[in-house]
């Protein structure tokens, strides 16, 4: 039986120094919002925050490296995290230990391109940071 690839277990909205608010990663969904939408209900205002909704969790954190765009707001990460890897994480801390490394990588080259970056570049680079693929 294949292990599920993180990249299919994570909704990750956020924006770059240009670009605006992006799902980066669909969590292999069509139109990730109403699960996005529905995880976040309840964490609006919240610069940080965790939320479990029954199999998934919501998390967003603040962007460690304190990187901002370019009207100087802190970047938020935001994530709907699926089964099996949501049972993993109870707390933003666990977001930042879990989830974080998993996308760190590639947010640092990516974030200060003047577009978005395609969605499959970041599914492979997400499912390529994975420690467990190894």
Same mark, same amino acid.
């Given at each position: 039986m294949s292990k599920a690839?993180?990249?299919?277990?994570? *909704?990750?909205a956020t924006r770059g120094r240009s670009w605006g608010f992006r799902f980066l990663l669909d969590g292999g969904f069509r139109d990730?919002?109403?699960?996005?939408?529905r995880g976040f209900s309840g964490l609006e205002g919240l610069s940080e925050g965790w939320r479990r909704v029954g199999t998934n969790v919501a998390v967003r954190i603040q962007d460690p490296e304190e990187r901002r765009d370019s009207s100087g707001r802190v970047i938020l990460h935001e994530f709907v995290v699926q089964a099996p890897l949501s049972k993993q994480v109870t707390s933003v801390e666990d977001g930042l230990m879990l *989830?974080?490394?998993?996308?760190?990588g590639v947010f640092e080259r990516v974030w200060d391109e003047p577009d978005p970056p395609p969605a499959d570049a970041i599914r492979s680079a997400v499912d390529r940071a994975d420690p467990s693929s190894a």
């Amino acid at each position: 039986m294949s292990k599920a690839s993180p990249s299919r277990s994570l *909704i990750w909205a956020t924006r770059g120094r240009s670009w605006g608010f992006r799902f980066l990663l669909d969590g292999g969904f069509r139109d990730p919002l109403l699960s996005y939408d529905r995880g976040f209900s309840g964490l609006e205002g919240l610069s940080e925050g965790w939320r479990r909704v029954g199999t998934n969790v919501a998390v967003r954190i603040q962007d460690p490296e304190e990187r901002r765009d370019s009207s100087g707001r802190v970047i938020l990460h935001e994530f709907v995290v699926q089964a099996p890897l949501s049972k993993q994480v109870t707390s933003v801390e666990d977001g930042l230990m879990l *989830i974080w490394p998993l996308v760190s990588g590639v947010f640092e080259r990516v974030w200060d391109e003047p577009d978005p970056p395609p969605a499959d570049a970041i599914r492979s680079a997400v499912d390529r940071a994975d420690p467990s693929s190894a």
